[in-house]
Each structure stands twice: as C-alpha cells, then as structure tokens.
T-cell receptor, first 116, second 117 residues
Framework: AQSVTQLGSHVSVSEGALVLLRCNYS??????LFWYVQYPNQGLQLLLK??????LVKGINGFEAEFKKSETSFHLTKPSAHMSDAAEYFC??????????????FGKGTKLSVIP | NAGVTQTPKFRILKIGQSMTLQCAQD?????MYWYRQDPGMGLKLIYY???????DKGEVPNGYNVSRSTTEDFPLRLELAAPSQTSVYFC????????????????FGPGTRLTVL
C-alpha cells in the first residue's frame, strides 16, 4: 500500500534559516506526491506537487521539493524562513481508491515554528 | 469564485443528536471529498464522490452518510453523534483530470469544528 511518513511532528527554525521538512514515501509504483500547507484556523492549500515531469519541483512562497527515488524521499525546503511560514505542512501521496479513481493519503503533518 | 464553502464553522452536539455539515463548491468540479482532521493524525478520508449520484467510502466512513444530488453540493450527515466524532471536518473538491484524478489539486474549504459532548 502506498503511504507517506513525515519525520518530526514539530520543527523550529530561526527567521532567515533554512527550512527542511522531511517526507518519505512507500510505493510499489511511481508515486505522485504533494505538499500542502495549513495556516492556523484555515483549510489546506497546495504548495507543490510532483507528477514525474521534473524531479525538482518549485512551489509557492519560495518552497521547493526534490523527488529522490533512491532515497524514497520528497523533502520540502526553503532557503530562508519567514515568520509567515509558521504553519502545519502535510505530505501526501495519490493512491488508487476504487473504480480507477485516485485519492490522497496524508502524512501526520509537521508543525513549523519560526523564531524571530 | 467563492471556491469551497462550509457551514457551520462551529457546532456543539450532544451524544445521540444528528446534524448535517454542508459543503458547496462553485468551480464545477466533479470530484468532492470529506475528511476529518484529528490532532497529530493528519487527514483521514471519510467519503468521496466522483460526480452527482456517485459516492463511495473512504478510510473512516462509520457513523457518517453522504449524498450528492448536484455537482455543487456534498453534504455530510452524522446520524447519532458520538464523542469519537469530535473533530475538524474539511470538504474539498478537485477537477477530474487525467488518469482518474491522480495528479489533481484538491481545493479545501475552511472547515467545521465539531464537538460532541
């Protein structure tokens, strides 16, 4: 079964420091992977997605993620954290559910705190 | 476009009561979803729909029911509320892209926070 594992339920970084949020996947077929962000008291919104077109994917707000098949990873990075990046981040994989349709299976999330 | 809207924003129920969580989207998306979010557990799929009149169970369907009579609306029904249903509920929708929606972006509503006492 396809799944994702997010390492670290809570990550703290200083403003201006590198952000690295880890996601590893388990899949017997080429996966389609997503990162979503949830700001406090809001719904989720898409940051970026990997659809096999390019291994380095650029998203919104300066985030990017690199698909590494050899490491079964899809880690999310941003060179310089901003206070507005404080949120919860979810990695997800697209999984076939039934009748040929695909649904998202989410990781447990990583809450990012940014320290001034 | 309003996107995905959900009502109510908050609700407190007593054990055994029933209620319907409303969800509507104005993007003409065929696919719609209901998730629940519990602290530290990510999002779990309750039910989904690939079009009007077609619904199917997700990972955690017990205690819930859905219907989809129009493309726009996808209400979630709780028949006999239990404390285990205390959660934040999110509705989402996506365009039915290629390959059964494998690479679709899902658009989420703002959520309904439900407490069952």
């Amino acid at each position: 079964a396809q799944s994702v594992t997010q390492l670290g339920s809570h990550v703290s970084v200083s403003e201006g420091a590198l952000v690295l949020l880890r996601c590893n996947y388990s899949s017997s077929v080429p996966p389609y992977l997503f990162w979503y962000v949830q700001y406090p008291n809001q719904g989720l919104q898409l940051l970026l997605k990997y659809t096999s077109a390019a291994t380095l994917v650029k998203g919104i707000n300066g985030f990017e993620a690199e698909f590494k098949k050899s490491e079964t990873s899809f880690h999310l990075t941003k060179p310089s954290a901003h206070m507005s990046d404080a949120a919860e981040y979810f990695c997800a994989v697209s999984v076939v559910q039934g009748a040929g349709s695909y649904q998202l299976t989410f990781g447990k999330g990583t809450k990012l705190s940014v320290i001034p | 476009n309003a996107g995905v809207t959900q009502t109510p924003k908050f609700r407190i129920l007593k054990i055994g009561q029933s209620m319907t969580l409303q969800c509507a989207q104005d993007m003409n998306h065929n696919y719609m979803y209901w998730y629940r979010q519990d602290p530290g557990m990510g999002l779990k799929l309750i039910y989904y729909s690939v079009g009007a009149g077609i619904t199917d169970k997700g990972e955690v369907p017990n205690g819930y029911n859905v219907s989809r009579s129009t493309t726009e609306d996808f209400p979630l029904r709780l028949e006999l509320a239990a404390p285990s249903q205390t959660s934040v509920y999110f509705c989402a929708s996506s365009h039915d892209g290629v390959a059964g929606g494998r690479t679709d972006t899902q658009y989420f509503g703002p959520g309904t926070r439900l407490t069952v006492l």
